[in-house]
């Protein structure tokens, strides 16, 4: 960057679209959630005498409880209904309304918007918790793309989530790196679970080649990004090598209802309750007769069959922009674990989702934009809320053996499969 470049911030082409829609928001930001002040907002706050704000400051502002830092300094205390206490009764914040947006704690002014720092560059995205950002990302049919904007001097909360690489060819290679994970995931030529199988295979070969003795680690790795460039020009062997793939229904099965199971119904997020528990009453899981595993494997692939591939096969573009965005707001494949561990929390994520839509498909007999859109808003503000998932996920690959790219391959293949292969029993596992 020359010294008369304005510096910029890389961002998906709809982010800068993006208007928060307060009183009409339908899963309002400002419930549910723990809301932290930073250091310089608390004291604001504690020393405003603003005739309508002074008593909930005094009330309803506190300091954290757990050993802080000044970013998470206060906090604001929510009601026992999880609204927070400046929210008016047409869920517009009195804060803003009566001090003006630069009033507002920087987590809140920022919100659903976050920038990541890596290396020099700064990157800005909406999360899929707001459901207006939720709506502009995932709705979009074109392939997301990637352009610079304005620095916004407003967005002031930065993560600095980058893997702490020295050296520039280890930041570029994990750049090309992630480019090409966003372009397989973006083959259209392919299918969904086709290119997350084949992101996979890359993953895994690119973290055998980073074994080698330097300087042979750097050749085979530009090596294997050239290898998977080509495979990607080959779409229709390449698909019908993964078709081959025998999918594991049995350990699919148990690995949902499992993780399902461990979901928290959180007394203020109804939307999500809600959600959870008609795709759980969509999929039978909540039988008083326990079903056997082919009787919950014949209801799932009657659902996929009647309601959930004649909307998705035609929608896919939605999937693959909540994977795309997944890629690029959690700055996979830089953030501070291995590659296998980004990857199998991409396919975690991409699991219940589905799963959860599968539910949502059978539950309404049909499938539409505004419950899919609903759906993985709502799931991903709970993941977001509820920090513990990530580790209860890991505990539950863990105990199904699924901690290689190779074995998480047996849970990808969508439940299409079981028609063509009812027999499938516990014998069929890949893994054993
Ligand atoms: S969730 Fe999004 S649209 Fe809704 S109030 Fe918050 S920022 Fe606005």
Redo the contacts with the bound molecule.
């Keep these: 960057m020359t010294d008369t470049q304005k510096p910029t911030a890389l961002c998906p082409d709809r982010y800068p679209e993006f208007r ?3 009183g009409q ?1 339908e ?4 419930i549910g959630w723990r809301v932290h002040l930073d250091k310089t907002t608390y004291h604001y706050y504690k020393n405003n005498r603003h005739k309508a704000l002074f008593k909930l400051f005094e009330q309803s502002v506190k300091r954290s409880e757990a050993k802080s830092d000044d970013k998470h300094f206060g906090v604001i205390s929510m009601g026992e209904d999880g609204r927070c206490a400046f929210l008016d009764n047409e ?1 517009l914040c009195r804060i803003q309304s009566n001090l003006g947006a630069r009033a507002l704690s920087p987590i809140c002014a920022n ?2 918007r976050r920038a990541n720092q890596l290396g020099e560059q700064l990157e800005y995205s909406l999360s899929l ?5 939720a709506r502009l990302t995932l709705l979009d049919e074109r392939s997301m793309h990637f352009v610079q904007t304005d620095i916004d001097p407003a967005l002031t909360h930065i993560s600095a989530l980058g893997s702490g690489l020295n050296n520039d060819t280890g930041l570029m290679l994990l750049n090309d790196l992630r480019a090409l994970i966003i372009g397989i995931l973006q083959s259209r030529d392919l299918t969904i679970d086709a290119r997350l199988i084949l992101t996979g295979l890359l993953l895994e070969d690119f973290e055998a080649a980073t074994q080698a003795p330097q300087p042979a680690a750097e050749q085979q790795q530009r090596e294997t990004l050239q290898r998977y460039v080509a495979l990607l020009g080959q779409p229709a062997s390449l698909q019908n090598d993964i078709d081959q793939l025998q999918p594991n229904l049995i350990l699919k099965m148990s690995l949902v209802t499992a993780l399902l199971g461990e979901i928290p119904t959180s007394a203020h997020n109804t939307r999500f309750r809600d959600i959870l528990k008609e795709a759980a009453e969509g999929l039978s899981f909540q039988d008083q007769r326990p079903a056997t595993d082919s009787e919950r494997i014949e209801c799932h692939a009657k659902a996929y069959a009647s309601y959930y591939a004649p909307y998705f096969d035609h929608h896919a573009h939605i999937l693959e922009n909540y994977l795309v965005h997944h890629v690029f707001h959690s700055l996979f494949p830089f953030a501070r674990t291995t590659l296998i561990a980004q990857y199998r929390e991409l396919v975690c994520n991409y699991l219940v989702v589905t799963t959860l839509l599968l539910g949502q498909a059978a539950f309404r007999k049909t499938m539409t934009a505004e419950v899919a859109v609903g759906t993985i808003q709502s799931y991903t503000r709970f993941a977001g809320h509820y920090t513990h998932f990530k580790e209860t996920i890991e505990r539950l690959f863990k105990e199904q053996n699924l901690t290689s790219v190779s074995t998480l391959f047996a849970v990808l293949a969508n439940f299409r499969s079981s028609s063509t292969n009812p027999a499938l029993t516990a014998a069929d596992n890949p893994l054993t």
Excluded: V
Excluded at 129 to 133: L, N, Q, V
């Design positions: 928060c829609i307060g928001c899963d309002s930001c400002c869920n919100y659903p918790s707001c459901p207006e950002a």
